[in-house]
């Protein structure tokens, strides 16, 4: 079983950056894809992005493409999402969890365990 601890949200201006953390417990992070997702307004948790277990192959939303940047440390099971030109819409709980699907896993239901959250907040 693998627990999930997500840090780094906080409060920033538009225009600013912020880089989150997800460290991972258990002796198999190595083996799992690992996703970041935030929910949309009134909506469930959608998609940001994933990079695979190999950490070879990476996959964005649309939305954060050219700004957001998901990389790992598997010798720290550890998996971050480094953002920039935060917007006001991005402010959102992101969560992290892991995936031992097809790459790219893309939807909720794909995912296992997931952390608790962190709350990034982007003021105008």
């Keep these: 079983q693998v627990q999930l601890v997500e840090s780094g949200g906080g409060l920033v201006q538009a225009g600013g950056s912020l880089r989150l953390s997800c460290a991972a417990s258990g002796r198999t992070f190595s083996r799992y894809h690992m996703g970041w997702f935030r929910p949309a307004p009134g909506k469930e948790r959608e998609f940001v992005a994933v990079i695979s277990w ?10 954060v493409k050219g700004r957001f940047t998901i990389s790992r440390d598997n010798a720290k099971n550890t998996v971050y999402l480094q953002m920039t030109s935060l ?4 402010t959102a709980v992101y969560y992290c969890a892991y995936s031992t699907v097809e790459f790219p896993p893309i939807l909720r239901y794909q995912y296992g365990y997931w952390g608790q959250g962190t709350q990034v907040t982007v003021s105008s």
Excluded at 87 to 90: A, H, L, R
């Design 54 to 63: 190999i950490g070879g192959i990476i996959r964005y939303t649309d939305s």
């Design 87 to 90: 917007t006001p819409e991005d």
